[in-house]
């Protein structure tokens, strides 16, 4: 694909250098059969480097996956080659599926059909927590 011109798809800008291929795991997007193009390190005069993901296809993405790992990042949507919509993203209150808790005794270790849920529980520290055992993300 030409990575300049997307003609419907997603670009996520504005992420803090080196943490593309976080994104890229966590949204799972080695997973789709989609193009994806990764560029790392990019000169941006606002932050100095950058990287930015360009996915060629107008998929839902996970937007709390993207404000976990950086809510300083954009989402531009595309269609026709058009920015149609610019989104902001904030850091989520919860997340479902995303983490997962280490504590060999929460209840997410035996019983594997439970939603991993994590809450925030400090903003500025972007400290999250299981809301089942309080352990502490990462
Ligand atoms: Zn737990």
Do not use: W
Not at 26 to 35: C, E, Y
Not at 56 to 63: K, R, S
Not at 83 to 88: G, N, Q
Not at 115 to 132: I, M, P, S, T
């Amino acid at each position: 694909m030409n990575i300049d011109s997307i003609q419907n798809g997603i670009v996520i800008d504005h992420i803090k250098a080196g943490s593309a291929m976080v994104l890229y795991d966590l949204l799972g997007l080695d997973a789709l059969d989609v193009s994806v193009a990764i560029i790392k390190n990019v000169t941006s005069r606002k932050m100095g480097k950058k990287d930015i993901i360009k996915i060629d296809a107008d998929i839902p993405v996970d937007l709390d996956v993207i404000g976990y790992v950086d809510p300083a990042a954009t989402i531009n949507v595309i269609r026709d080659g058009v920015l149609v919509e610019k989104k902001s993203l904030s850091l989520p209150k919860t997340l479902t599926n995303v983490l997962k808790c280490k504590n060999p005794r929460c209840i997410t270790s035996c019983e594997q059909e439970l939603d991993h849920v994590f809450r925030l529980a400090d903003e500025e520290k972007k400290l999250y927590r299981c809301v089942y055992c309080e352990t502490k993300a990462n």
